[in-house]
């Protein structure tokens, strides 16, 4: 089955600073990947998707990546705030024969600082 | 457009006891998942029901089960309650629930079980 693997369970940046959190997973038939923020006492909460077609997608203030050659997924947050703090989670889906399953890392925790 | 939402928030059980959760999906889906947040497992999934059917179904024992009503509306049922069974249970709606559709999440049950 699909893995989705952690980079680092914590990144520490300070306020106005460019954040880059990593992620990657297993099986090359994967192809649809999405980016989830959860804060403290939430559920989480949808960032930003890119299905296997693309290897870029921008959003406001955020940019994923996803190079698919060596099955790696990243997410850019620009300029970041102190309310980007949260744990971010990458998450897969199961691939075209599948219905919405999704696998996710264990997630890395952004702390930023003022 | 309301958001997901489930019923109860907070629960505390004791073991042998059984449990059962709610979970409204955003107006429209058809689709529901659920999942299982642990601090050391992290997010798993444990199923997903469209059009009242169990479509796919996670690795957990027998004891997890679920239904959804004609509304889309989702219940998951968890029997003879043991310790490790607390987490945040997180429910998911999306609209048709396909490979690269986005699953919106709820804000989670916290179940401790005692």
């Known amino acids: 089955g699909e893995s989705v693997g952690l980079h680092l369970p914590t990144l520490s940046v300070q306020e106005g600073d460019n954040s880059i959190i990593n992620c990657a997973y297993s099986?090359?038939?994967?192809?649809?990947f999405i980016w989830y923020k959860q804060e403290s006492g939430k559920g989480p909460q949808f960032i930003i998707d890119?299905?296997?077609?693309?290897d870029k997608r921008q959003g406001q203030r955020v940019t994923v990546l996803l190079n698919k050659t060596v099955k790696h997924l990243s997410l850019q947050i620009a300029a970041t705030q102190p309310g980007d703090s949260a744990v971010y989670f990458c998450?897969?889906?199961?691939?075209?024969?599948?219905?919405?399953?999704?696998?996710f890392g264990k997630g890395t925790m952004l702390l930023v600082s003022p | 457009k309301a958001g997901v939402t489930q019923t109860p928030r907070y629960l505390i059980k004791t073991r042998g006891q059984q449990v059962t959760l709610s979970c409204s999906p955003i107006?429209?889906?058809?689709?529901v998942s659920w999942y299982q947040q642990t601090p050391g497992q992290g997010l798993q999934f444990l199923f997903e029901y469209f059009s009242e059917t169990q479509r796919n179904k996670g690795n957990f024992p027998g004891r997890f089960s679920g239904r959804q009503f004609s509304n889309s509306r989702s219940e998951m049922n968890v029997s003879t309650l043991e310790l490790g069974d607390s987490a945040l249970y997180l429910c998911?709606?999306?609209?048709?629930?396909?490979?690269?559709?986005?699953?919106?999440f709820g804000p989670g049950t916290r179940l401790l079980v005692l």
């Open positions: 890119i299905r296997s077609n693309m």
């Open positions: 998911a709606s999306s609209l048709a629930g396909t490979a690269q559709e986005t699953q919106y």
């Open positions: 099986n090359s038939a994967s192809d649809y």
């Open positions: 107006s429209g889906h058809r689709s």
């Open positions: 998450a897969v889906g199961p691939g075209f024969s599948g219905y919405s399953t999704l696998t």
